[in-house]
């Protein structure tokens, strides 16, 4: 099975429908069985906090790795999400009883920590593009999938904790040479934690305004998604404690944590469309407007041509008008197609996106739409919304692109 079909021209498809449910469901027993074995663990602390934890990271990476996935099949990003997740809950075997579940858990309860420094490292294009970015993500691999099964071989299972079951791959009895490894693996992993942090923060100060408005939703919906995720955690440890001595309240609180677990997921949906595919970086915006009539999730046709390269901000920002309202149109205005008109007037490249559904969009309302008049406005750029109740929306977008 292939992971994404190449389409003549080198555009990927989108994630089959199948394959993406196929994906689902394995997320689901994951987090099931992640659930089962912190709830089950002797050796586990606020067993509901973790269990919640485990369940929401790990349905988290994959949920928007699949949308990621589907909507910009020639970004990596996706892919690599998924696997995040799956690794994310692979990692809980090690508090499993069985040594052979054990020992796997430990084997790869570091690996997902690959996958997010790759994440950071290549958004929004998916692709490590500096021989610095090419040595921390070689380190990362070397801590986490080289390190590890190297002290497994020499150290026995008190290295890792007081009552783990039994180290199945120990062949050398060599527990302090394991422990300085495993000393020496964390200390590594700290400073690259912090290496990576430090070149983003001055890869943030280096970039230009429309390169922090793309990096932005990775940054921001990312901490609040992670707020929010700690906040159910809280919340279902509360109503696990109040069950039995006060039923009663139990139900108020459940109500809380489904709605907190609701603005989490319209969070990754943010998040998702905040990454670019990657034939916009390699093959212009006519290339990714085509792509993008391939992946939305209700019929799209385009009409015209740019005929060229444009500057990347100019590019990106017309990109994610379109995409942002090919959204909007399948999941608030219930439009049953969208047409893209564009084309370019000697200095000004014009998109007009228009769609058959509810109308009655109002620009002033909600963060989606200002914050597409900004992204346009902030380029020197004007963008106006016309959307009367019944009539569908129409938005018509003029960009500099001398």
């Keep these: ?3 994404a079909e190449t389409m003549p021209g080198g555009t990927a498809r989108p994630i089959a429908t199948s394959l993406a449910l196929f994906l689902g469901g394995v997320a689901l027993a994951g987090g099931a069985l992640a659930t089962r074995l912190v709830l089950a663990s002797d050796r586990v602390d606020a067993r509901v906090v ?5 369940v929401s990271v790990g349905w988290s990476f994959v949920g928007c790795g699949l949308i990621v996935w589907r909507q ?3 970004n990596r990003l996706g892919r690599v999400m998924v696997a995040t997740g799956f690794l994310w809950f692979a990692s809980f075997l090690m508090v499993a009883g069985s040594p052979l579940a054990f020992t796997i858990g430990t084997a790869v309860g570091d690996v997902f920590f690959v996958g997010f420094v790759y994440l950071l490292l290549t958004f929004p294009g998916g692709r490590l593009t500096s021989r610095l970015d090419l040595l921390l993500f070689a380190a990362a691999v070397l801590i986490a999938a080289v390190v590890t099964p190297l002290y497994l071989l020499l150290g026995s299972e008190q290295v890792f904790c007081v009552g783990c079951p039994r180290n199945v791959m120990q062949v050398v ?7 300085w490894l495993l000393d020496a693996q964390r200390l590594v992993a700290a400073c690259l934690a912090l290496l990576v942090a430090v070149l983003l923060a001055i890869r943030w100060a280096r970039a230009t305004p429309p390169q922090r408005r793309t990096a932005s939703p990775v940054i921001w919906a990312g901490s609040a998604m992670q707020q929010r995720l700690i906040a159910v955690a809280m919340t279902l440890g509360l ?15 459940l109500r809380e944590a489904r709605s907190a677990l609701a603005l989490a ?3 990754l949906r943010d998040l998702s469309q905040g990454i670019h595919p990657g034939v916009l970086g390699e093959r212009g915006l006519d290339a990714a407007l085509d792509e993008l009539t391939r992946s939305a999730a209700l019929p799209v046709t385009v009409t015209g041509c740019v005929g060229g390269r444009l500057a990347e901000a100019i590019e990106g920002a017309a990109y994610f008008v379109a995409s942002e309202s090919v959204a909007n149109a399948a999941k608030h205005a219930h439009a049953g197609a969208v047409h893209l008109a564009v084309s370019r007037d000697g200095s000004r490249l014009l998109l007009r996106v228009s769609d ?3 109308g009655g969009t109002d620009p002033t309302r909600g963060s989606g739409l200002r914050g597409l008049v900004d992204r346009v406005e902030a380029l020197g750029g004007r963008m106006s919304v016309s959307s009367p109740p019944g009539r569908g929306t129409l938005i018509d977008v003029e960009l500099p692109c001398e």
């Design 72 to 74: 910009r099949p020639d």
């Design 173 to 179: 009895a060599a527990d302090r040479a394991a422990e």
């Design 239 to 253: 109503a696990e404690a109040r069950a039995q001595p006060h039923p009663e309240q139990v139900g108020p609180l």
């Design 1 to 3: 099975m292939t992971v």
């Design 356 to 358: 058959d559904g509810i």
């Design 265 to 267: 997921m319209d969070e």
């Design 50 to 54: 973790t269990a919640v934890l485990a």
